[in-house]
């Protein structure tokens, strides 16, 4: 037979080179990415909704994805209940502390130097001693104290924290010490001595609140747990009724601040500038106090 001419024999032709994973050079492959159509060897794929994808293009695409945020704005956590965590344990550090100092577990106040010089009192800080507005919410009356507002602390601020972001919820959390603090030093006796992370914790649960509402859900379970425990605080003599108040009233106002102003103009910078606003009113506040017990001492 005679060779029209178009090409050799069958059989002459020379074979195309087999392709190569572009990130491994020396394995042939008859694979290729569907997305940028590269060869890639088996190794260097991955499933994808339509075909498969190789390693490059899935790490271009989670680097442009953006990343996962909660209702308010917060970047998404892996580590839940992180900042809840390490405030726990610095309440039961101070417990530690003050029982060390006094040498008894039940009767932790007594003799300890810690305690004395971090309680709220009202004298006191007024002469100077103004560690107490936030080192006094790290102390607790024995260990039932410190186990009750720890378990309360660790139901609700992990959710809280998961939600509000590890920044905002520690601005919420401080701004409610503010806010109990000031309440005490208006609204309690002057010789009070008062202690606990309680208002705080109260604080906690006015943002549970305020977050409910902006998730459209009904906050009537928080406002019933907040119900009983008003209750409580007045019926069983030696609870602070106001610091549970103060704290309740100023968490919520600065996570009102938190959840409601982005959405409204669009800016964080304004959320933050409202929580500011909360604890600037909370140290104006303690700061008039202050002033006016001096005078009373003739300071």
Same mark, same amino acid.
């Given at each position: ?14 074979t195309? $080179?087999?392709?190569? /994973?572009v990130r491994?050079p020396?394995?042939?492959?008859g694979?290729?990415?569907s997305r940028?159509? @590269?060869p890639?060897c088996?190794?260097?794929l991955?499933?994808?909704?339509? !075909?498969q994808? /190789?390693?490059?293009? *899935?790490?271009?695409?989670? @680097?442009s994805a953006?990343?996962?945020?909660t209702?308010?704005?917060? $970047?998404a956590s ?8 390490i *405030? ?13 100092q006094?040498g008894?577990l039940?009767?932790?106040t007594r ?14 800080v007024a ?9 006094s919410g790290f ?8 186990l009750v507002n720890m378990f309360?602390l660790?139901?609700?601020? @992990? ?13 919420v959390y401080?701004?409610?010490l503010?806010g ?5 030093l208006v609204?309690?006796s002057?010789?009070?001595?008062? +202690?606990?992370a ?11 609140? +305020?977050v409910l509402?902006?998730l459209k859900r009904?906050p009537t379970?928080?406002?019933?747990i ?6 409580? %605080?007045i019926?069983? $003599?030696g609870?602070s009724l106001?610091?549970h108040? !103060?704290?309740l009233?100023?968490g ?6 938190? +959840?409601?102003l982005? %959405?409204r103009? @669009?800016s $964080?910078k ?5 929580v500011?606003a909360?604890a600037?009113?909370?140290?104006a506040?303690?700061a008039?106090r202050?002033?006016?017990i ?6």
């Open positions: 037979m005679t060779n029209p001419g178009w090409g050799g024999a069958p059989g002459d032709q020379p195309p $080179p087999q392709s190569r /994973c491994h020396d394995r042939p492959t694979l290729a990415c940028c159509g @590269r890639a088996p190794d260097c991955r499933p994808a909704a339509v !075909g994808h /190789c390693v490059d293009c *899935i790490q271009a695409a989670n @680097r953006a990343p996962v945020r209702v308010v704005g917060a $970047p892996s580590r839940y209940g992180l900042v809840t965590y *405030i726990m344990g610095l309440n039961v550090l101070a417990f530690a502390v003050t029982a060390a006094s008894s039940m009767e932790n003799g300890s130097a810690l305690f004395q010089q971090w309680a709220l009192y009202a004298p006191l002469t100077g001693d103004v560690q107490r507005v936030i080192g102390l607790h009356y024995g260990p039932i104290h410190l309360a660790y139901i609700i601020g @992990r959710d809280l924290e998961a939600i509000l972001g590890k920044a905002r919820y520690v601005a401080v701004v409610s503010l109990g603090s000031a309440s005490v609204l309690e002057p010789g009070a001595v008062t +202690v606990g309680s208002g705080a914790i109260f604080g906690l649960l006015g943002a549970q609140a +305020v509402l902006r009904s379970p928080v406002l019933v907040i119900g009983l425990n008003i209750v409580i %605080s019926s069983i $003599p609870i106001w610091g108040m !103060g704290g009233v100023a919520a106002a600065a996570t009102a601040a938190v +959840v409601f982005p %959405s103009t @669009r $964080p304004v959320a933050w500038a409202g500011a909360v600037v009113v909370a140290l506040i303690i008039v202050i002033l006016d001096r005078a009373q001492m003739g300071i």
